[in-house]
């Protein structure tokens, strides 16, 4: 098999085991829900937004290996970095653990034993995600894509076993009984991996980790987790936990959108980090011609994605979950806003492998300062404005990724800010189809919501027909898919 051939082939194992691992969580997601219901899923969601900061306990020195070993040469080296992070990431790990148990006597004492026990819960998860983090690095970087899917299937598969059992028999307690067995289950399949990693501890390969991981994963990571999550926090505040069960049930329908850039940036992070390192070291321009084919070429298709998202969301809803049918104009919006974290996240991706993350990350800070003491003023107004800011942080963001990016590959300000425009209003493409399709078909937050099988079809249609032939014509015209394709 050629190397063009096997990234295909990786590319379509990815997808095939992510639309396994996302058909499992949507049965997830429809089953618990349903059994806590909106207030039992808020007080878990409340609970496990702490979580959220589990990922950045080791500094993001894993993502070093995904953006900086493909260039390492020396196996000494790589062996003696690789294992200072192995080490690096127990060592913190157990730190975090010890700081959860803290957080959970906290709870205990404050408000009682179920919010003290789902706290408890999540001890074992620094360790567990922060080896788990450490050997999928590892496989991406190698290439061994099937074998990083079928893990990450099977520790999906079991979760979701674990979960729906348990908080079937005991609710809340049951779901947070299931994340504690999920964490050990994770280390299971750490065990599993094929790298035999050892403990070193090189001070100047750890250094050199932080200097990259620190600004690019840990500063920007907090930045973004540190929004979202007081998202969840204000609402909790100002409105309670049944407005949070439903603004969670919209992300976690929404964030499934992002299945494709994730994909994209997966498959092709070792290809993409190697061909920026050697462009630069030769003078040339690929990173600019990755950014912009990265971008454009997923644009059309996440854009495509993300209407018949929108238009499904209200009959899914109504279906499945009849309890969050108030929440799907709220969801509609978030998932318009994944458009933009898309690009956001291709982008930031290329600006990682060309170094210039540090500016992004200043102007991302100013952005996240500003949209803080909106979320308090919004908050009250209701969940559609929340998701209207979300809107509004994401593609400032990804106008800042743009910008720096490649602002100065355009020869005039004019056709920059065209094609910043037409991407810009790509992304809105969701709203005038799904309202379109809405009108005349009912109020769908009083489940009266009916649109007819031609309409339906004929938008399914004609998204399709746009997408596949807005692609084809852009490689026919710019040849958008070549420097991918022949990665």
């Known amino acids: 098999m050629s190397v063009r051939q096997g990234r295909l082939y990786g590319l379509a194992t990815y997808l095939l085991g992510q639309i396994l691992s996302q058909a499992t969580s949507v049965i997830r997601s429809l089953i618990v829900p349903n059994l806590l219901g909106p207030a039992g899923y808020g007080l878990v969601a409340t609970v496990n937004a702490v979580d959220r900061y ?15 070993l493909p260039v390492v040469d020396s196996e000494d080296e790589r062996r003696s970095v690789v294992n200072t992070i192995f080490t690096f990431t127990l060592v913190t790990a157990l730190i975090g653990a010890a700081a959860f148990l803290v957080v959970s006597w906290v709870q205990w004492s404050s408000r009682g034993f179920v919010v003290g026990f789902g706290v408890a819960t999540l001890a074992l998860n620094p360790i567990a995600t922060g080896l788990w983090r450490v050997h ?18 099977a520790q999906t598969f079991v979760s979701t076993a674990l979960i729906i059992g348990l908080t079937y028999g005991w609710g809340v307690t049951g779901t947070f009984t299931a994340q504690l067995l999920t964490s050990v289950f994770t280390l299971s399949m750490v065990a599993m991996s094929p790298y035999r990693l050892g403990f070193a501890w090189n001070w100047t390969a750890l250094r050199t980790v932080l200097a ?14 540190f929004v979202d999550t007081m998202e969840i926090f204000v609402l909790a505040h100002r409105m309670g936990v049944t407005s949070v069960g439903l603004y969670a049930w919209g992300i976690s329908m929404a964030t499934l959108l992002l299945m494709w850039p994730n994909g994209v940036a997966n498959i092709y992070s070792t290809p993409v980090v190697r061909g920026v390192h050697a462009d630069q070291q030769g003078g040339g321009t690929a990173g600019v011609e990755y950014f912009l084919r990265l971008i454009v070429t997923n644009a059309f298709l996440f854009a495509g994605l993300a209407t018949m998202m929108c238009v499904a969301l209200p009959v899914v809803a109504l279906v499945l979950f009849p309890k969050f049918v108030s929440a799907v104009a709220a969801a509609q919006l978030l998932v318009v806003s994944m458009y933009y974290e898309g690009i956001r996240s291709l982008g930031t991706f290329v600006l990682t492998a060309q170094g210039r993350f540090n500016r992004f990350l200043v102007l991302f800070a100013a952005i996240s300062g500003i949209v803080l003491p909106v979320l308090w003023y919004v908050a009250p107004l209701g969940l559609a404005w929340l998701a209207a800011v979300a809107i509004a942080r994401r593609l400032a963001t990804a106008h800042v990724v743009l910008h720096i990016g490649v602002r100065h590959a355009f020869p005039s300000r004019t056709k920059y800010w065209l094609f910043c425009g037409g991407l810009y209003a790509l992304g809105l493409l969701p709203l005038p189809v799904s309202r379109w399709l809405d009108s005349g078909a009912g109020d769908f937050s009083h489940g009266q919501w009916v649109a007819s099988t031609p309409r339906l079809a004929a938008t399914f249609l004609v998204v399709i027909l746009f997408v596949t032939g807005s692609l084809y014509a852009l490689h026919r015209r710019f040849r958008v898919l070549a420097p991918l394709w022949h990665a």
């Open 212 to 225: 990259f991981a620190v600004p690019v994963f840990l500063i920007s990571g907090l930045l973004s987790t």
């Open 136 to 153: 999928t690095a590892l496989l991406r970087v190698d290439e061994r894509i099937p074998l990083m899917m079928r893990l990450t299937n």
């Open 54 to 68: 589990t990922p950045y306990v080791n500094a993001g020195s894993h993502y070093w290996i995904v953006n900086r």
